[in-house]
């Protein structure tokens, strides 16, 4: 029998769902996929922090993950005021970080931010971003919370981002 994913056709987890009707008014239906379980929080959460890891172990996968993080922000920016600031020092830090201008952070932070921005880009959300300012309401609390937890380490770079605009004194 057809197999999609491991799941047969004939499976009873397959719900017949009305999808139309036939010229003459006969219902026919299609079969339709029953979801399983969603994911634990503990289980998204190592999933997100093994996939930033793998992501920092090539510079240049984070330097992608900050061009699509630019593009996810300027697309929502309406949906996104509250921490704007806040997600743009941190995309400011990963800059400088892959540059290998700023190395003051730890490692720690490094894998939130990489993993709330992972969470942040990723179109499978537990909100649909599609739903607009609510679809965002996920994304919002991810990158807040990451923010708020190296707090201190991205207000030392907004610091040290402050002493490299300033002339140097003679």
Known sequence: SLSIEGTRLSDPALVPMPSD?????????????????????????STLIEAARRVL???????????????????????????????RAAL?????WTRRSYRKVSTTSLVLLVAALLYFVTPIDAIPDPLGALGFVDDLAVVQTAVE????ELDQFRSWEERQRLPASS
Do not use: M
């Open 21 to 45: 009707t036939t010229p003459r008014g006969e219902q026919t239906s299609t079969p339709e996929l029953a979801l399983g379980p969603a994911p634990s929080r503990s289980e998204v959460t």
């Open 149 to 152: 937890t190296v707090r201190d």
């Open 92 to 96: 400011r830090l990963l800059v400088a």
């Open 57 to 87: 172990r090539r510079r240049f996968r984070v330097v992608l993950l900050i061009r699509d993080a630019y593009a996810h922000l300027e697309a929502n920016t309406d949906a996104l005021t509250a921490v704007w600031t806040d997600l």
